[in-house]
């Protein structure tokens, strides 16, 4: 049976393959995330370029937005909701939570209501855009991270936690 948007029945209620990789996917963005984020100067936060509408701060509560609003799409009730920044350390520990949220879902055994692909389509891949932006502000800012091959990075499904495995292979 097709859906009016395309998706077989049984693509919506996805396997554990399917799950898994959507946690490794989890994964992968905490990871990228936590390196972006971690050892960030206090004052990156507010770090404005001209004719930039996000400071990080603000592209970092978006990315929380994202994973909120990727569980209400996982568990069927789609909402949308623009929280007001807090501190960078309480969006900085919101990141991670949302994270782990879906993450928990994601290991459950509760149907997921929408296809991996348009999880990742939409909020995962949005969230990578937006991490890939805040490391590139952290180098205009003048606090670049080290670039790393993440191909060798020690990433494994449900760990997405604020502590991540050190690099294993990083370059200037």
Do not use: C
């Given at each position: ?6 998706n ?11 799950r898994?990789?959507l ?22 936060a ?15 509560a ?64 949005d ?18 991270m ?12 449900g ?14």
């Amino acid at each position: 049976m097709t859906t009016a948007a395309g998706n077989t029945a049984a693509s919506k209620n996805a396997g554990s393959v399917e799950r898994d990789l959507l946690r490794h996917m989890l994964a992968t963005v905490a990871y990228r995330g936590g390196k972006t984020l971690r050892h960030a100067p206090p004052e990156f936060a507010n770090f404005a370029i001209p004719n930039s509408p996000r400071t990080p701060l603000k592209i970092l509560a978006h990315i929380g937005d994202l994973f909120d609003w990727a569980l209400t799409i996982a568990k069927g009730q789609q909402a949308w909701n623009n929280a007001e920044p807090q501190s960078w350390d309480a969006e900085v520990d919101r990141f991670f939570l949302t994270l782990k949220a879906l993450d928990d879902f994601l290991a459950g055994s509760e149907p997921l209501h929408e296809t991996p692909e348009k999880l990742f389509q939409g909020p995962i891949a949005d969230a990578l855009t937006h991490i890939g932006q805040l490391a590139m502000l952290r180098r205009i800012s003048g606090a670049p991270m080290k670039g790393e091959n993440y191909h060798k990075a020690e990433i494994r499904s449900g760990q997405v936690g604020k502590d991540q495995p050190a690099p294993r292979r990083e370059f200037d």
